[in-house]
């Protein structure tokens, strides 16, 4: 199996930053550049990227039009509004990545991503039509529920990988899995593997973290120093 045409990716930058005090994240400073231009130069640099689709939250549209243009990100195609849920910002992702036959659909605020961690997954899933990138999980897991909280199961760790984005998919095996889904799900294989179809796993990196809370900023801060620090030596 191999599905040709051309990939695009679908940054998701739509969510409302509700841990990071009123700050979005996405617009916000990370050595030198608003954090979301790292992740679009990411997809940039990355042969084999044929084109980007931006979702933005609706009132933040016109202001990333005018990033994309103040940064000349050439490559994105289009910038759309999300929807009220990530599922609904990925699905209008999908539908403006219409001369897409793959996707990579990647959050914005991973800004850290490597050119050869998305380039791995597009050639992944134009092999099985389906993959995401993810690390093994360090810790014990526990599933705990009630009030107060009480551990319910203990999960084998050596069988648990934390998922990352990029998840890669052929284009109308995903908009397909949008469209058939019964109910809300936390990422887009989730609603693939409820079509039955295989997703493929690859090592994610540990460095590719999502900017959640301020101290966030402080981490990708110091990684992407020690980055250039490496590039140099």
Not at 55 to 70: F, G, H, K, P, T
Not at 108 to 128: F, T
Not at 169 to 194: G, I, N, W
Request: glycine share 6%; with cysteine; hydrophobic share 45%.
């Amino acid at each position: 199996m191999t599905i040709d045409g051309p990939a695009y990716g679908i940054i998701v930058a739509a969510g409302r930053s509700e841990r990071m005090n009123g700050v979005d994240k996405v617009f916000t400073e990370l050595v030198g550049r608003p954090l979301v231009a790292w992740t679009l130069a990411a997809f940039r640099n990355t042969e084999g990227v044929d084109g980007v689709v931006v979702v933005a939250a609706s009132e933040n549209v016109s202001r990333m039009r005018d990033l994309v243009a103040e940064w000349r990100f050439n490559n994105v195609i289009n910038v759309v509004p999300g929807g009220a849920q990530r599922q609904d910002s990925v699905r209008a992702g999908i539908e403006a990545a219409d001369g897409a036959s793959i996707v990579a659909v990647h959050d914005a605020a991973r800004p850290l991503v490597e050119v050869a961690l998305i380039a791995r997954g597009i050639a992944l899933a134009r092999e099985s039509g389906a993959a995401l990138c993810a690390v093994p999980a360090r810790d014990t897991v526990k599933e705990v529920d009630g009030d107060p909280p009480t551990v319910r199961a203990t999960y084998d760790r050596d069988r648990i990988w934390l998922a990352q984005t990029p998840q890669v998919f052929e284009r109308a095996l995903l908009l397909r899995a949008h469209r058939e889904a019964a109910s809300a799900a936390t990422d887009d294989a989730a609603l693939v593997e409820a079509l039955g179809h295989d997703v493929r796993v690859y090592a994610g990196d540990a460095r590719n973290i999502k900017i959640t809370t301020r101290d966030d900023l402080l981490i990708a801060e110091t990684l992407l120093r020690r980055r250039f620090e490496e590039a140099v030596h």
